[in-house]
């Protein structure tokens, strides 16, 4: 208790010490100041978007280097220069008292220049919504770095009498664990070098704690640097006792202590590096811990599952520090699954084995990405994918389903989508493909088509020529069964130069080489395609008839979705509209986007419904964009209702587009009667919003006697941008979206005498702030309206519907829909926009936000996760919102405002410290004065 009185004296009287000279006052100042300027300026804050602190941690361990380099370089060197070094020393004060003294008001005054920091997270939260835990993280990392670059700066100081010395010393020192493991440094390395390397830095260490995750062996590393050199520290100040004298005995000890303790330090470092339990994610929803409903996938499974990752040891220097993350969640995998999961690493590059597997069997392809460096260009090939295999059946994620690129004007961004969502997505995908049926293969709904690129009979080895052989007997039988909906060609890729070259640089295929001596090279190489995708089908290793078609019905199980769930998009109506037009006379809007992100999930076919009738295996109905839909098709929808079906919606009276030129006309959807008998209206209105998006502008720009057609970015109030109170937080479909655009969409009236007995839910709705407008004019004029280009001439703003959803009885008579208890219930979900989910709007907000724009999808395939009550992939879609969260719309004066408010709050808390640090030497000096007069009385 002594020792800690007698430290936590010596603390105040450094602390005082800092605070009697300008230097306490300069080093908050100047800390405070730079963390604004990055975080507003050189990181562009506003132009990120994003609602989280991360401009503020990018900088903070290089500008800690150098700033508490200046606060440490006096602590022993000027005792040494004064010559009062040899007092301090024989004070009844022990050194380690009088270290520890100066090191923690060191890092106290590091403690209160953080605090300064703290209006940046309370702003953000204000703007957006923050998630906290990476905020706590990110400054009980700011401690933690501080507190070893205050003993790497107190040894520096032990070691010179000049504090320029010093200052350099320990410049050198901390910026070489922080170089260590930066991206310049690693990117020269292979990726395992390249993370031993990020072991080994301060900064690496640093950013794995501000994501979020408190990882013990973080701190660890941090606690070893600053107990390493405190001791350190120690031995400098007794080796000044020793001047003079000759080594002895007690000399020996104290270097060979010192030399026990860093090995200790190091091995235990070391021992502990292997566990990734020793964590604790800050995180809301915790994203960097597997949810309990992948854990409960994992458990379910009844074959042992293979997840493998093929990752390059030398690859782009932006995919670097993601292999670690992909491994470390790989790893919990396996953990999580047991004997159930097996996880694997793989480098195809090392392993021509593998890599020859991975293309012929896998289709895993290494992909090229061009790096630059100040001297030259140059282009790697590397593999980022991950497989998962259950049971012959298999599926492959590369980098573009795992990466997501950020633009931004200090740079490019790239961190992993949401991985877990992904991956367990897979492996429920391959899990359903191995439990599906398709034995009575003459009920095959589609054909399949074998392509054989194989040598000439006389090219083949005889095992080989054996294989192809039974091959044929298994295709005749499976043609048989079929009824011609499978059968095969060969092409010969010897006789034909350019497939021979597709299947080499395409397919990442080559030749089988015989050991038989003088052989020649052949080519023994199948695949399967149903006309839309194509999959390579493997060789069996027990070469019969049974043993193929096995591998082949495998292999059409792989292009078969999951069977339970299927999807339909609605084709136009063939019937006739207004003045004989039909929906097939317009250019259809294209869903290519959406088609491809919900196809890797659910199985997705085209319908007509012409018959009046949804066929019984289909789960969920996707009407987009339709135009005059008759009879049929209402008296369709409405029996898929009835009978417990869920159909979405997306549609608008008026649609509108802009890509070369601004587009918009009143459309008839063919479904204003059908609405209104089941209580819904669209207003022929669109709704504009304060809270909105950006949108490339079409901006012809005048250059002599004619114009130059430009796009320029602008501020676009029909683009809502829909977040916090307008995602219905009590539904699990939009509670975690995060955010969602919505353009040129109308609003939603609701009739409750005509949904009585249903539920309606609205998900999506505008701002208080918003306003409809009947004006077919979407192209905005700032010179009349500067502030939004639209004039705002609506009495009435408020929040609107813009999209709704309705559960419920949905008899086929609508009028007598509430009468009826027994039916099943249906779901019906209404968007009043026509382009939501259409690729032209998908591209339009890539180009405006400068990264690839898929929330739409992603909303879309909640409703059919919902529908199909699969609440698993949502539940752990919901923990990966955070990487979604953005900032309100603010408008130039308001950025302002925040920015120049934070540069107040720090001035004030300044003012405030000179003022408590001069009322403090005040009280000091009266309590000096009165103990002086007592002493004299």
């Known amino acids: 208790m002594k020792t800690l009185n007698k430290i936590s004296v010596t603390t105040k009287k450094e602390l005082a010490d800092f605070f009697s000279s300008p230097a306490a006052i300069l080093f908050l100042g100047i800390f405070a100041g730079i963390s604004l300027f990055a975080f507003f300026w050189i990181e562009a804050f506003f132009s990120r978007n994003i609602a989280d602190v991360r401009p503020l941690f990018t900088w903070m361990p290089i500008l800690l280097i150098f700033l508490i ?4 370089m006096r602590s022993w060197a000027e005792e ?12 009844p004060v022990s050194p380690y008292t009088q270290i520890l003294g100066k090191y923690f008001a060191a890092l106290l005054l590091v403690a209160i220049a953080l605090l300064l920091t703290f209006s940046l997270p309370i702003t953000v939260n204000f703007l957006g919504d923050l998630d906290w835990g990476p905020v706590i993280g990110g400054y009980v990392a700011a401690i933690f770095l501080a507190s070893s670059y205050i003993a790497i700066g107190l040894w520096s100081s032990s070691r010179t009498d000049n504090q320029i010395v010093s200052l350099i010393l320990t410049v050198l020192i901390a910026g070489a664990l922080y170089a260590i493991g930066s991206q310049t440094i690693t990117s020269f390395f292979d990726y395992r070098t390249a993370e031993i390397l990020r072991a080994l830095g301060s900064g690496s260490r640093f950013e794995s704690i501000t994501r979020g995750v408190l990882d013990f062996r973080d701190i660890l590393y941090y606690l070893t640097i600053t107990v390493i050199f405190l001791f350190l520290n120690r031995l400098s100040l007794e080796k000044l006792r020793w001047a003079g004298n000759s080594p002895n005995q007690i000399h020996n000890k104290w270097r060979k202590t010192a030399v026990v303790l860093i090995l200790t330090l190091l ?6 590096s292997f566990t990734t339990k020793a964590r604790i994610d800050l995180t809301e929803g915790q994203i960097y811990t597997l949810s309990n409903s992948t854990k409960q996938y994992l458990q379910d499974l009844e074959q042992p599952l293979l997840i493998r990752g093929y990752f390059s040891n030398t690859t782009h220097p932006l995919l670097a520090p993601l292999i670690p993350q992909m491994r470390n969640l790989l790893t919990e995998y396996a953990v999580a699954g047991g004997n159930r999961v097996k996880v694997e690493f793989i480098d195809p590059h090392k392993n021509p084995k ?8 896998y289709g895993v392809k290494p992909v090229s990405f061009q790096t630059a460096s100040k001297y030259q260009a140059s282009v790697v090939n590397t593999y980022f994918d991950i497989l998962i295999e259950y049971e012959n059946q298999f599926e492959v994620l590369g980098y573009k389903d795992l990466v997501e690129l950020k633009s931004s004007a200090s740079g490019h961004e790239v961190e992993l989508k949401s991985p877990e969502y992904e991956i367990s997505r897979m492996i429920r995908t391959v899990v359903a493909k191995s439990r599906q049926d398709v034995e009575e293969l003459d009920k095959l709904t589609r054909s399949f088509a074998i392509t054989g690129y194989i040598s000439s009979d006389k090219s083949l080895p005889k095992n080989y020529l054996d294989a192809k052989s039974l091959l044929d007997t298994a295709i005749k039988h499976l043609y048989d069964e079929s009824k011609g909906k499978i059968d095969i060609i060969y092409i010969d890729p010897e006789e034909d130069g350019i497939t021979a070259e597709y299947l080499t640089n395409e397919l990442n295929v080559r030749p089988h080489v015989s050991n038989m001596p003088d052989a020649e090279p052949y080519w023994f190489y199948l695949t399967i395609s149903d006309g839309k995708k ?4 493997s060789i069996p290793d027990n070469l019969t008839a049974d043993s193929w078609r096995e591998v082949i019905i495998s292999a059409i199980k792989r292009l078969l979705p999951d069977s339970i769930n299927t999807i339909a998009f609605v084709k136009p109506s063939a019937t006739p509209g207004p003045a004989g037009i039909t929906a097939s006379q317009f250019i259809p809007k294209k869903f290519n986007i959406l088609r491809n992100e919900l196809s890797e999930s659910v199985r997705v076919v085209d319908l007509q419904l012409n018959n009046g009738k949804v066929p019984n295996e289909i789960n969920f109905l996707l009407v987009l964009a339709p135009r005059y839909l ?11 209702l009835a009978r417990g079906g869920t159909v979405l919606i997306a549609t608008s009276p008026i649609d509108a587009s802009i890509s070369d030129v601004a587009d918009v006309e009143e459309t008839d959807s063919g479904l204003k009667l059908w609405f209104e008998k089941n209580g819904i209206s669209l207003r022929e209105e669109l709704v504009l919003d304060t809270q909105h998006g950006a949108l490339p502008i079409p901006n012809p720009r005048r250059v002599g006697s004619f114009f130059v057609r430009e796009k320029k970015i602008v501020d676009y109030p029909y683009i809502i941008d829909v977040r916090d109170e307008g995602l219905n937080e009590e539904s699990v479909i939009t509670s975690r979206l995060g955010q969602l655009y919505v353009p040129w969409v109308t609003p939603i009236e609701i009739d409750p005498s005509k949904n009585q007995h249903r539920s309606v839910t609205p998900l999506l709705t505008s701002s208080k702030q918003s306003w409809a407008s009947n004006s077919k004019d979407i192209l905005p004029d700032f010179e009349s309206y500067p502030e939004l280009g639209f004039p705002n ?12 959803m309705i559960e419920g009885i949905f008899d086929q008579d609508a009028d007598k829909s509430n009468e009826s208890s027994n039916e099943k219930q249906g779901r019906l979900i209404l968007v009043g926009s026509s382009s939501l989910f259409t690729d032209n709007f998908s591209d339009l907000m890539t180009q405006s936000l400068q990264t690839e724009y898929r929330r739409p999808a992603q909303f879309a395939q909640n409703l059919i996760d919902w529908s199909i009550e699969d609440r698993g992939i949502l539940n752990i879609l919901r923990k990966h919102s955070h990487f979604t969260r953005t900032l309100e719309t603010l408008s130039n004066d308001d950025k302002k405002f925040w920015e120049y408010l934070n540069y107040i709050f720090v001035i004030l808390a300044l003012v405030l410290i000179l003022i408590s640090v001069y009322l403090l030497k005040r009280q000091s000096e009266v309590r000096i004065n009165r103990q002086l007069q007592q002493a004299i009385k």
Do not use: M
């Open 69 to 72: 380099a200046a606060l440490t």
């Open 80 to 91: 040494r220069r004064n010559g009062t070094i040899e007092v301090i020393l024989t004070t």
């Open 267 to 272: 091995f235990f470092n070391l021992g502990i």
């Open 354 to 361: 593998f890599e020859e597997e991975a293309g012929s069997k």
């Open 534 to 537: 194509s999959v390579p089908i």
């Open 630 to 640: 008759d009879n049929e098709y209402q008296n369709a929808i409405q029996e898929f």
């Open 793 to 804: 001439d609506s009495a009435v703003t408020g929040p609107k519907i813009l999209a709704v």
